[in-house]
């Protein structure tokens, strides 16, 4: 069964102390991994696509990585707007999945002044 | 340009009612995707329509429907509620449904009785 999975659960940082977040996942025939932000209580805000191994994308201090089996999303000198839910989600193969988005628990990022 | 438009924005309703949910994407695009979202979990699955027509069904049951217009709009029907109903409903739209991008709307916070 297609799996995907986020680790931590949860992150403390101080600002300006960069961490990675990580995300493992068991799909048959990846067609892309996406990355979102989640503030409490709102929809999730996209932030990345990524389709193979070796692709990287960066906007403003968050950087996402992925290889063949996980995504790390990077965050440099983070500050307290950062603090949100990361939200990690695979689509695979085709026919009656088509489209559809495997999502991880998320990691709770909290990062304090 | 306006991004995807949930209605209403929270609900409460008690056991063995039925409720509607709304969506309307964001202008162009022509695939809708409902997912549930309970809390301390990632998104699960419901459903995903393109150009009206069902184009995958995630593990819910049949008290679960839903449909799409011809302005690519569309509803989320829940009858016979259950306590467990109780989530964040999520609407996301995406241009053909397939293995696009998909953009969330903020939700629709049910709350059952």
């Known amino acids: 069964e297609d799996q995907v999975t986020q680790s931590p659960e949860a992150l403390r940082l101080q600002e300006g102390e960069s961490s990675s977040l990580n995300c493992s996942y068991t799909v048959s025939g990846l067609r892309g991994l996406f990355w979102y932000r989640q503030d409490p209580g709102k929809g999730p805000e996209f932030l990345f696509t990524?389709?193979?191994a070796g692709e990287e994308k960066e906007k403003e201090r968050l950087k996402a990585t992925l290889t063949k089996k996980e995504s790390f999303l990077h965050i440099t000198a983070p500050k307290p707007e950062d603090s949100a839910t990361y939200l990690c989600a695979v689509q695979a193969g085709g026919g009656s999945t088509l489209g559809r988005l495997y999502f991880g628990r998320g990691t709770q990022l909290t990062v304090w002044p | 340009d306006a991004g995807v438009t949930q209605s209403p924005t929270h609900l409460i309703k008690t056991r063995g009612q039925h409720v509607t949910l709304r969506c309307s994407p964001i202008s162009g695009h022509k695939s809708v995707s409902w997912y549930q979202q309970v809390l301390g979990q990632g998104p699960q699955f419901i459903f995903q329509y393109y150009e009206k027509e069902e184009r995958g069904r995630g593990n819910f049951p049949d008290r679960f429907s839903a449909r799409q217009f011809p302005n690519y709009s569309s509803e989320l029907n829940v009858n016979a509620l259950l306590l467990g109903d109780s989530a964040l409903y999520l609407c996301a739209s995406s241009l053909a449904g397939g293995f696009d991008t998909q953009y969330f709307g903020p939700g629709t916070r049910l709350t059952v009785l």
């Open positions: 990524l389709y193979s």
